[in-house]
């Protein structure tokens, strides 16, 4: 009912930018929170940066600095500037959202497909 479509990955080089975006789309009430993780093989699945509203932000602490989230409300998108890329930013990264669904008017998390980052040395 819900998808969250990423966008904007790809191979950098260290030091390099790269910019992320996710569209929700779906039978959506609304959207309290977006929100960006990450995956490296062989790691656990960890927060990088989320977006509340009232635009509250937090970040992992290793990309603090480095990362800017911000999302547009009228599009349903959240998006994830990555600067300043290290090689070991690489991972896929995964769009999570909570959600109201309109047919349901019940809050559930959804997660997109993922977009992998690559950064080289």
């Known amino acids: 009912q819900v998808q969250l479509v990423e966008s904007g990955g790809g191979l950098v080089q260290a030091g390099g930018s790269l910019r992320l975006s996710c569209a929700a789309s779906?039978?959506?009430?609304?959207?309290?929170?977006m929100g960006w993780y990450r995956q490296a093989p062989g790691k656990p699945r960890e927060l990088v940066a989320v977006?509340?509203?009232?635009?509250?932000?937090n970040y992992l602490d290793s990309v603090k600095g480095r990362f800017t989230i911000s999302r547009d409300n009228a599009k349903n998108t959240v998006y994830l500037q990555m600067n300043s890329l290290k090689p070991e930013d690489t991972a896929v990264y995964y769009c999570?959202?909570?959600?109201?669904?309109?047919?349901?008017?019940?809050?559930?998390?959804?997660w997109g497909q993922g977009t992998l980052v690559t950064v080289s040395s």
């Open positions: 779906g039978s959506i009430f609304s959207i309290s929170r």
């Open positions: 977006i509340t509203t009232g635009d509250n932000m």
């Open positions: 999570n959202a909570g959600v109201r669904i309109a047919t349901i008017l019940r809050d559930v998390e959804v």
